[in-house]
């Protein structure tokens, strides 16, 4: 998961930052390299695809209950909400919001207007 992660956040890491991660890959302190990529693509608001951040989210799973699993569930959620960019469009009467992520193909949902008053507005 490590190396894959690092692949994929290359162009938000510096020298520096993939330095270090090597280094900790090296001394086989993954966990902590996956902390460092995510707190820069969480600094860097870059999207990951989204087979990478559901794979990531499986491994998380492991971490249950460890002391480092709230702040990397954190990260992971943060780099979650910068996956998809509701975009408000109305059309006759019903309400769209297209969720774009990353190397997917747009999604829609609609809901008629009516609906959209009784639980409040979508966009």
Known sequence: MAWMLT??????LTGNERTK??????CDEHHLAIERILQAIVTSRIALPVAISERLARWLDVYTG??????LRKMLDEIGAQQFRPVPDTVAGTKHIVCRAVSDKP???AAREDDTQQRGNLS
């Open 7 to 12: 692949i994929a956040a290359d162009a938000c």
């Open 21 to 26: 991660v090597f280094v900790e890959l090296g």
């Open 66 to 71: 460890s002391p480092e699993e709230p702040r």
């Open 107 to 109: 999604a829609v949902v």
